[in-house]
């Protein structure tokens, strides 16, 4: 693992920094190739925003450093599939919970080797419902913020059988699964839950929506027997691409043409460097 703090060598940050002490800014996990950094203008674009919407907004000039130092510095490191890993947090300063009114910013850039999903992308995945539900909150919904806790805890309950959970909110609608965003078929419209109050709007989960023409997405507040009544199932996310499902909760599900047809789809863009 090769880390930069601040565009510099280092793996340490400072035990004041704001990340450390109240999760205080936002990430991003790129899925890097050999010559090429996948969806970097939407995992960059959900940043900003991020960092816009903690009042810790980049400037031009600091957009245009890390774009560069991405292109120049990072991708030239990278050798085989790898994982590019963005953080930016408000740094030191302010007064508790106070926030410092000019901050600024610690950049922690780390190069990571990637996760294989090639066998779960052949032969699907079991989910199974969490416990743990979903906290709405219209001023980080959308983002990739550093307080990942209900993650972290229902990640905790997961069975070793299951690959990931599905998390509903509280008014028991289907929001996402623990690292990933949940799409299903049903007689061939593809459905995804909307995550305009909470959840994480990915970037894969986006290229979906805007990038294939095959099929007609509908995106709305869905309940678990929604996803139950489904033909299809399938989760995603920037690294996994698309993971069919062939189970949840001990209902059985095909891994159907229409999964392996936007599995197709979506790979060649990966490869074409279209995202």
């Given at each position: 693992?090769?880390?930069?703090?601040?565009?510099?060598?280092?793996?340490?940050?400072?035990?004041?920094?704001?990340?450390?002490?109240?999760?205080?800014?936002?990430?991003?996990t790129?899925?890097?190739?050999?010559?090429?950094l996948?969806q970097?203008?939407?995992?960059?674009?959900?940043?900003?925003?991020?960092?816009?919407?903690?009042?810790m907004?980049?400037s031009?000039?600091?957009?245009?450093?890390?774009?560069?130092f991405?292109?120049?510095?990072?991708?030239?490191?990278?050798?085989?599939?790898?994982?590019?890993?963005?953080?930016?947090?408000?740094?030191?300063?302010?007064?508790?919970?106070l926030?410092?009114?000019?901050?600024?910013?610690?950049?922690v850039?780390?190069?990571?080797?990637a996760?294989?999903?090639?066998?779960?992308?052949?032969?699907?995945?079991?989910?199974s419902?969490?416990?743990?539900?979903v906290s709405s909150?219209?001023?980080?919904a959308?983002?990739?913020?550093?307080?990942?806790?209900?993650?972290v805890?229902?990640k905790?309950?997961l069975?070793?059988?299951?690959?990931?959970?599905?998390?509903?909110?509280?008014?028991?609608?289907?929001?996402?699964?623990i690292?990933?965003?949940?799409?299903?078929?049903?007689?061939?419209?593809?459905?995804?839950?909307?995550l305009?109050?909470?959840?994480?709007?990915?970037?894969?989960?986006?290229?979906?929506i805007?990038?294939?023409?095959?099929?007609?997405?509908?995106?709305?507040?869905?309940?678990?027997?929604?996803?139950?009544?489904?033909?299809?199932?399938?989760?995603?996310?920037?690294?996994?691409?698309?993971?069919?499902?062939?189970?949840?909760t001990?209902?059985?599900f095909?891994?159907?043409?229409?999964?392996?047809?936007?599995q197709?789809?979506?790979q060649?863009?990966?490869?074409?460097?279209?995202?």
């Amino acid at each position: 693992m090769t880390w930069f703090v601040n565009y510099r060598l280092d793996n340490s940050v400072s035990v004041a920094d704001r990340g450390l002490a109240y999760g205080d800014g936002v990430f991003e996990t790129i899925r890097a190739l050999p010559h090429s950094l996948l969806q970097t203008e939407d995992h960059l674009s959900r940043l900003f925003r991020g960092l816009s919407k903690l009042a810790m907004p980049f400037s031009i000039d600091q957009q245009n450093t890390l774009k560069s130092f991405l292109n120049f510095q990072v991708l030239p490191l990278i050798n085989e599939e790898s994982v590019v890993k963005i953080i930016v947090t408000r740094g030191e300063g302010g007064r508790g919970y106070l926030a410092p009114e000019n901050c600024i910013q610690s950049i922690v850039i780390g190069i990571l080797p990637a996760p294989n999903y090639k066998v779960h992308q052949e032969k699907g995945v079991s989910l199974s419902v969490s416990p743990v539900p979903v906290s709405s909150n219209r001023f980080l919904a959308g983002i990739k913020h550093l307080n990942r806790l209900e993650n972290v805890i229902a990640k905790r309950f997961l069975m070793p059988f299951d690959f990931e959970a599905i998390m509903l909110n509280a008014d028991k609608e289907l929001v996402e699964c623990i690292q990933s965003n949940l799409f299903w078929y049903k007689q061939g419209v593809l459905y995804t839950p909307s995550l305009e109050k909470t959840g994480v709007q990915g970037t894969y989960r986006k290229a979906i929506i805007e990038q294939q023409a095959e099929y007609i997405v509908q995106v709305g507040r869905y309940l678990l027997s929604d996803l139950m009544a489904a033909d299809e199932v399938f989760i995603t996310n920037s690294l996994m691409g698309i993971v069919p499902v062939v189970g949840v909760t001990g209902m059985s599900f095909p891994i159907g043409c229409h999964t392996r047809k936007l599995q197709i789809l979506m790979q060649a863009k990966d490869m074409h460097g279209t995202h």
